[in-house]
C-alpha cells in the first residue's frame, strides 16, 4: 500500500503535482550529509525551495526501484529539469520514508549535493 502512495505521488509530481504532498506536517527529514528539517513546512520553505525557485521546469522524477518492508519504502529515482539559466539539473536520489497511516513522518534523503551546490551558486533566485 504504501509503495503505490509513493507511485502515485511520483505521477502526481509528474504531471504539475506535487510529490510532498503525502508528507505529514510534523515529517522529519534529514538530508544525508546535510541537515534535519523538523516540519513539511521547514522542509519545503528551506530544503526544497533552494532547488526548486532556481528551476525554469518542474522537476520531472523517473523512478528506478522502489522497494517496501512494512511502514518503509525506499525510492531511487532521478530527477532532471531546465534551470533558470537555461542550462539543465540532473540529480539522482535515493530517499528512505517511513509511513504511519498513510502518510511519511520520516525521511532519510541521500543526494549528489555536488550537484545542488553548483546549481545554487550557479543561479539566482528569483526576485
Not at 527529514?29 to 519545503?44: A, I
Not at 512494512?70 to 517511513?98: I, K, Q, S
Amino acid at each position: 500500500m504504501n509503495k503505490a502512495i509513493v507511485r502515485r505521488a511520483f505521477a502526481r509530481q509528474n504531471s504539475g503535482g506535487s510529490f510532498y504532498e503525502i508528507l505529514d506536517e510534523h515529517v522529519v527529514w534529514t538530508v544525508v550529509n546535510g541537515r534535519t528539517y523538523d516540519s513539511r513546512q521547514e522542509f519545503l520553505e528551506e530544503g526544497s525551495a533552494p532547488i526548486l525557485t532556481r528551476l525554469a521546469t518542474h522537476l520531472h522524477m523517473t523512478p528506478q526501484d522502489l522497494w517496501a518492508d512494512g511502514d518503509t519504502v525506499v525510492a531511487r529515482f532521478e530527477g532532471d529539469a531546465t534551470a533558470l539559466d537555461g542550462l539543465p539539473y540532473h540529480n539522482e536520489y535515493c530517499w528512505v520514508l517511513t509511513f504511519r497511516r498513510d502518510a511519511v513522518v520520516r525521511a532519510h534523503a541521500y543526494l549528489d549535493m555536488v550537484a545542488v551546490t553548483e546549481l545554487i551558486e550557479r543561479v539566482e533566485t528569483p526576485r
